[in-house]
């Protein structure tokens, strides 16, 4: 089983520049989408409903053109849950829970910190509720993954210029400790896990100062499992061949339980 994650920055732009078509052509069986910025009826059908995928979208409900997180499935899921729980969050459209036969899996856009819709405060109140989502969810069912943009490179190895960034949001110690905590819990950061001496391979990149042409990145965009789960995981890939957003996408196949 195949599961990309992209923040596409875009979904409309992104369409209209052929990217997303390229993604389909990678025939994932899930593919999650983060940054969505659109809600459903804004998209075309092909998008919309692609032939082949189930799909569920959660557009952010208070300010247009912003946020949101949507997931193309072609196993139906049990069921599927939005939000975190909490308004000013949801209101963002921020996560999405789908309940698989032998795993859990979470899309989630978390906030960037650096914004006056999600400052800094907003985003470590969004991580703690977040990790504890996750703590509860793995008590319940056997296997978790998530996945999407965590906005924070967690080790120097994972940003370009480590100390030019270390006190830039992002990379500040309180946020690399959370991502610490994360894995503490339990939880695999799945391509240091395959690749844990990698360097210079990152999934985001400034667009204003077009860091992508001299790979001037940060590595932001994860799949984690739990660690029960690392078993099932045969690879797990960042595709920074594929454009279309400041964003490149990221790669797990698992052999399903």
Known sequence: MKIISWNINGVR???KGGYVEKIFN???DILCLQEVKADPHQVPDEIR???GYFSYFFPSSTKKGYS???VYTKIKPERTENGIGIKKFDEQGRMQ?????NFVLIN???PNGGSKTADL???FEFFELFLKKVIELKKKYKNVIFCGDINVAHKEIDIARPKENQNHIGFLPEERAWVDKVIAHGYVDTFRYFNPNRANVYTYWDQITYARDRNVGWRIDYFFVNKEFIKNVKKSEILNNIYGSD????LLEIQNP
Do not use: W
Request: with cysteine.
């Open 121 to 123: 405060n907003f985003k």
């Open 247 to 250: 964003h490149c996408p990221v």
């Open 13 to 15: 732009s992104a369409h």
């Open 97 to 101: 829970t789908l309940f698989f036969k």
């Open 26 to 28: 990678l025939s994932p």
């Open 49 to 51: 409903e692609p032939l």
């Open 68 to 70: 949101g997180v949507a």
């Open 108 to 110: 989630v856009y978390i």
